[in-house]
């Protein structure tokens, strides 16, 4: 059996939430089916050779372009014929044209629940080629129960047909959380006293502002509030709140892995009060610290509600002030080992392995 892999997300500086997908997903395949052929197809070739080359199973395919008409039209059609693809892997959209087995996987369909985030162009194109390739595909794939529940509604795809791999938590992070003498002292780097963490890209549905404000009283005048992720979208809302409010706020924008770990540990709190997600790992990499997180209580989030010591209204700065207020120094048991268990690659992989032999 072969299987091309639709990487060009690799080509993209910024890494998010697919290609840590990917990458997640296919090191686990990959390792544990010897006998299935993988391709895998982007322009920057050197950002994926270095996380797949220790595999003889593997096979790295240069696309001549990064232009995603020119990807779907031609490039992948040729590949498929050239080295006579079985399945071929895409990110919510597929090519034009079917030239073998598709699987699709649609991570999330946010712009049609939440439109006012994402512009008219973007809604319009990505409903058709979104709809087309998923009810197209051969096998159907999603990361949380909410994702498959609107593909449902707006698609009208049978449940049955839509399978959920979830994210799993970086097997580096599971093992920097059980071995805290390799973690930077990151109080002393960045002149940290208590702090409470967000970690993620900084874009309008991300909900930063909301944060801020909730900080903003005398009650919580101590705490400092740090930024992990880089602006990928202007949030003029976020600018004029920074302006208005006394809050200490850090962003931060490129943190190792040790650093990151070493964040999740010293928080007093990690908050997510995102508008929607289609997933979102930080706040389940938080948990596995045992640091006590608070999250928006809508779309995807709600899947780990069980997970978070509290929930919060997005729209509510008040709301999100309170429960920071009541569980700020509150000692929470946690089953980290669940979490892990649940939400593994290792798992999400069995799933597509599952479907490939039916």
Same mark, same amino acid.
């Given at each position: 059996?072969?299987?091309?892999?639709?990487?060009?997300?690799?080509?993209?500086?910024?890494?998010?939430?697919?290609?840590?997908?990917?990458?997640?997903?296919?090191?686990?395949?990959?390792?544990?089916?010897?006998?299935?052929?993988?391709?895998?197809?982007?322009?920057?070739?050197?950002?994926?050779?270095?996380? !797949?080359?220790?595999?003889?199973?593997?096979?790295?395919?240069?696309?001549?372009?990064?232009?995603?008409?020119?990807?779907?039209?031609?490039?992948?059609?040729?590949?498929?014929?050239?080295?006579?693809?079985? /399945?071929?892997?895409?990110?919510?959209?597929?090519?034009?044209?079917?030239?073998?087995?598709?699987?699709?996987?649609?991570?999330?369909?946010?712009?049609?629940?939440?439109?006012?985030?994402?512009?008219?162009?973007?809604?319009?194109?990505? @409903?058709?080629?979104?709809?087309?390739?998923?009810?197209?595909?051969?096998? @159907?794939?999603?990361?949380?129960?909410?994702?498959?529940?609107?593909?449902?509604?707006?698609? *009208?795809?049978? =449940?049955?047909?839509?399978?959920?791999?979830?994210?799993?938590? #970086?097997?580096?992070?599971?093992?920097?959380? *059980?071995?805290?003498?390799?973690?930077?002292?990151?109080?002393?780097?960045?002149?940290?006293?208590?702090?409470?963490?967000?970690?993620?890209?900084?874009?309008?549905?991300?909900?930063?502002?909301?944060?801020?404000?909730?900080?903003?009283?005398?009650?919580?005048?101590? =705490?400092?509030?740090?930024?992990?992720?880089?602006?990928?979208?202007?949030?003029?809302? =976020? *600018?004029?709140? @920074?302006? @208005?409010?006394?809050?200490?706020?850090?962003?931060?924008?490129?943190?190792?892995?040790?650093?990151?770990?070493?964040?999740?540990?010293?928080?007093?709190?990690?908050?997510?009060?995102?508008?929607?997600?289609?997933?979102?790992?930080?706040?389940?990499? #938080?948990?596995?610290?045992?640091?006590?997180?608070?999250? #928006?209580?809508?779309?995807?989030?709600?899947?780990?509600?069980?997970?978070?010591?509290?929930?919060?209204?997005?729209?509510?700065?008040?709301?999100?002030?309170?429960?920071?207020?009541?569980?700020?120094?509150?000692? !929470?048991?946690?089953?980290?080992?669940?979490?892990?268990?649940?939400?593994? /690659?290792?798992?999400?992989?069995?799933?597509?392995?599952?479907?490939? *032999?039916?």
């Amino acid at each position: 059996m072969k299987i091309l892999v639709d990487c060009h997300a690799f080509d993209n500086e910024k890494y998010q939430g697919i290609t840590s997908y990917i990458k997640g997903l296919y090191l686990e395949m990959i390792k544990n089916s010897p006998n299935i052929e993988f391709y895998l197809a982007c322009h920057s070739i050197e950002n994926i050779y270095s996380i !797949f080359s220790k595999f003889e199973n593997v096979t790295f395919l240069k696309l001549k372009s990064k232009n995603p008409v020119y990807r779907l039209i031609y490039e992948f059609p040729k590949l498929i014929i050239t080295n006579q693809i079985d /399945w071929l892997h895409c990110q919510n959209k597929s090519p034009f044209l079917k030239f073998c087995k598709e699987i699709v996987t649609t991570h999330d369909i946010l712009f049609l629940d939440y439109p006012q985030f994402f512009g008219i162009k973007f809604r319009l194109l990505n @409903l058709i080629f979104y709809r087309k390739s998923a009810k197209r595909a051969d096998i @159907l794939l999603t990361v949380s129960k909410y994702s498959k529940e609107q593909i449902h509604n707006h698609f *009208k795809i049978p =449940l049955k047909d839509i399978n959920i791999t979830p994210c799993g938590i #970086s097997s580096s992070l599971i093992e920097l959380s *059980k071995n805290d003498h390799q973690l930077p002292d990151i109080n002393k780097k960045y002149n940290l006293d208590e702090f409470v963490l967000y970690v993620s890209r900084i874009e309008p549905r991300k909900n930063h502002e909301t944060l801020v404000k909730a900080l903003d009283t005398n009650s919580l005048s101590h =705490l400092k509030v740090v930024f992990v992720g880089t602006e990928t979208h202007e949030n003029l809302i =976020l *600018k004029n709140e @920074l302006n @208005l409010c006394n809050v200490d706020v850090i962003h931060l924008k490129n943190v190792t892995l040790n650093e990151l770990a070493s964040l999740y540990r010293s928080a007093k709190l990690t908050i997510f009060p995102s508008y929607c997600e289609g997933f979102g790992i930080p706040p389940l990499e #938080s948990l596995i610290f045992k640091t006590n997180c608070v999250c #928006s209580n809508t779309t995807a989030m709600k899947d780990y509600k069980e997970f978070m010591v509290d929930t919060f209204n997005p729209n509510d700065f008040i709301d999100l002030r309170n429960k920071i207020l009541k569980h700020l120094y509150r000692s !929470f048991e946690l089953n980290t080992e669940e979490i892990i268990q649940y939400y593994s /690659w290792s798992k999400s992989a069995q799933v597509l392995t599952n479907k490939l *032999k039916k």
